[in-house]
């Protein structure tokens, strides 16, 4: 009969020693007591343990076995046997112990993390995402839970609980980095940029030589203007041994908007190259390195660039889906309903809504910063608030608008203040979200005294501009291939050409080329459309320091050009397929 005071003793000591990170001597000291007792649950736990620990993950899921067959009702013992089946490949063998652990005890934090980890990994995000959640519940000082669980909301396409998550953890662990720097990406990725840059110098402030966070506060002054601190910024990371991937990127792009572009190249070559497979998943980079090319005149190139870039970027569109919900838009605000409304006449407001649509690229930005400039307009970026309106009517039930008085007061009321209060001598206040082209039948009916600019430009170089840059997937889920955007492009032209015809409110069509053509009578044009008077300082729009937080950032600090007329005469055989797909 084996001592039970040398049994506990040997036991006592392969814990410390694999605590000590001596596995091996741990399985030497339990040796004699695994001989003399081979089916004791207790001993087999702790050879599981030092097995796993030693890489021998086969012997260790034995082990773990054993130990469950003795003690069914041990959730250690069946959490365990989950994690070393997961280390040895074996997926549903894990999922199935750790499901077992968790009807013995639904708050064991083993097996929550675990199996979370592991449908993450299998793209079952959002139940991932639930056991994270119940993870935090039990310990929500966790900051490591939160930064795991703001990475599955962000697959999620759900940036606004990530940054909660993340605003938690860094409440949590204000010391690291990491956390911060991942802020500043999400932030950064919603158009935040101020907001972005503030966590990235936080987390400068944790690690100075944090290679990502310099690369992403430099990213960030790019935007606001400050291009020159930005480079100072990187110069001792680029002159590092082995510069981060983000570092040669922001240089690359720093370099291309400064005109330097064999050098810009260099950098953005060896962001691409980079053997760092997180790195190698990011589009980033491609469409980076496609504008230097097509900037060195080098166009096939270019356009393999952007394609890599939007290969990268997988993202769900439903044409058919998109095309019948324009149907079904259309169908709705007929003749006879909108005939019924009450008539679309100025209200007795200090400031009235000035929509700004368009398909993206098409000089939505470059209309809103020239008007930005008159002292009677306010400009207020894009606003999603009725894009997320009409989302959320079209997933409830297919709708695509409401004759719901409470409805529709509701929506006005959330937009009026989501404005902001009024100013002295303000008479406009913009929303230039190029996408409620779709929503002018909604506006129509919640602010029933707003204006609207339609913005076009030429199609093929709407294209290339679009497949050119990185938009919001789920924003603007068609913009990485040409046939999605000739489906977008039609389908924005039917629906545009509908409004006008339909809905009576006061639209302006303002056409890039000849805007950009003849400036001075293109912003006399708008000012008349908005009865407001001449302002001179509409036509300097790029002194005014006003940050753009759109992919024209660059184009608006700079006088108004023509070069991007005609773009897409480079590419004319590569968008054959949007052109062949668009009606003529």
């Not at 339990?30 to 702790?46: F, G, K």
């Amino acid at each position: 009969m084996p001592d039970k005071h040398d049994t506990d003793n040997a036991i006592e000591a392969a814990r410390s020693l694999i605590d000590r990170g001596q596995p091996e001597l741990a399985l030497e000291r339990l040796q004699a007591q695994m001989e003399r007792v081979p089916e004791d649950a207790e001993i087999l736990m702790i050879a599981g343990r030092a097995l796993n620990n030693s890489g021998r993950i086969p012997e260790a899921v034995d082990a773990f076995r054993r130990a469950v067959a003795l003690d069914p009702g041990d959730v250690n013992a069946v959490s365990n046997l989950g994690h070393v089946l997961a280390r040895l490949g074996d997926q549903p063998g894990a999922e199935d112990a750790w499901h077992k652990a968790l009807k013995l005890d639904p708050d064991h934090l083993r097996s929550l993390k675990g199996l979370a980890g592991l449908l993450a990994g299998r793209q079952r995000y959002e139940r991932a995402a639930d056991l994270l959640r119940r993870v935090a519940g039990l310990t929500p000082e966790d900051p490591d839970n939160w930064l795991n669980l703001a990475e599955l909301l962000q697959f999620l396409d759900r940036p606004t609980e990530a940054e909660a998550a993340l605003r938690q953890a860094a409440e949590l662990a204000p010391g690291r980095a990491e956390i911060h720097g991942s802020l500043g990406r999400l932030l950064y990725s919603g158009g935040e940029v101020e907001a972005a840059s503030d966590a990235y110098s936080r987390a400068l402030e944790c690690d100075p030589g944090n290679q990502a966070a310099a690369a992403g506060r430099a990213l960030c002054l790019e935007i606001t203007g400050g291009s020159a601190e930005a480079m100072e910024l990187l110069i001792p990371f680029i002159s590092s041994p082995e510069p981060a991937p983000m570092v040669d990127f922001a240089a690359g792009r720093l370099l291309t908007a400064a005109g330097r572009h064999e050098e810009a190249l260099t950098h953005i070559q060896r962001a691409v190259a980079a053997e760092d497979p997180d790195w190698q998943r990011i589009p980033l980079p491609w469409y980076a390195l496609g504008t230097v090319l097509e900037r060195l005149g080098r166009y096939d190139e270019a356009f393999e660039a952007w394609s890599e870039a939007n290969r990268l970027k997988p993202a769900r569109f439903d044409a058919a889906e998109y095309r019948g919900r324009v149907d079904r838009i259309i169908g709705w605000h007929d003749a006879a309903r909108i005939s019924a409304w009450p008539p679309a006449v100025p209200e007795s407001r200090a400031v009235v809504p000035l929509f700004i649509v368009g398909m993206p690229r098409s000089g939505t930005t470059l209309v809103e910063q020239v008007l930005a400039c008159h002292p009677q307009i306010r400009a207020g970026g894009e606003r999603l608030l009725l894009e997320n309106a009409a989302a959320a009517m079209w997933q409830e039930s297919r709708r695509v608008s409401t004759d719901d008085p409470a409805e529709l007061e509701t929506l006005r009321a959330h937009w009026l203040a989501d404005a902001g209060t009024s100013e002295a001598g303000v008479t406009y206040c913009t929303d230039k979200f190029p996408g409620n082209f779709m929503h002018l039948g909604l506006l129509r009916r919640v602010l029933p005294e707003a204006r609207v600019i339609w913005c076009l430009r030429d199609p093929a170089d709407t294209a290339v501009s679009i497949f050119a840059n990185d938009f919001n997937r789920r924003i603007v889920p068609w913009a990485t291939r040409l046939e999605h955007i000739a489906v977008a492009w039609d389908a924005h032209i039917r629906l545009m050409e509908h409004w006008a015809e339909t809905l009576g409110l006061p639209l302006l069509i303002v056409r890039y080329e000849s805007l950009v053509a003849d400036f001075e009578n293109g912003v006399r044009a708008m000012l008349d459309f908005l009865a407001l008077p001449w302002e001179p300082s509409c036509m300097d729009f790029h002194r005014s320091g006003r940050l753009a937080n759109t992919a024209s950032f660059e184009q608006v600090r700079r006088p108004v050009y023509d070069t991007s007329v005609g773009r897409s005469r480079n590419f004319e055989r590569r968008l054959r397929p949007f052109l062949d797909a668009i009606p003529r």
